[in-house]
């Protein structure tokens, strides 16, 4: 599991399908496949409210600049 919704109807990444405290932001190890889920997870954000960065270069992956 990539993603759960929380009280608020809200989804929360989960790190390697373990939920922390709720966060607002939060980083995350993700294997690509993972990786994957998080960008579709975050293209279907009818308010744009994810972005996604490459904790290693800090590139942002999405939305792309």
Do not use: W
Not at 30 to 51: K, R, V, W
């Amino acid at each position: 599991d990539t993603f759960v919704m929380n009280t608020e109807n809200k989804a929360e990444v989960l790190d390697h399908g373990v939920a922390d405290a709720p966060a607002y932001e939060r980083i995350v190890e993700a294997t690509e496949d993972e990786m994957q889920n998080i960008i579709l997870g975050a293209q279907s954000c009818p308010t744009l409210a994810i972005t996604i960065f490459d904790i290693d270069t800090g590139v942002q992956l999405y939305p792309t600049l």
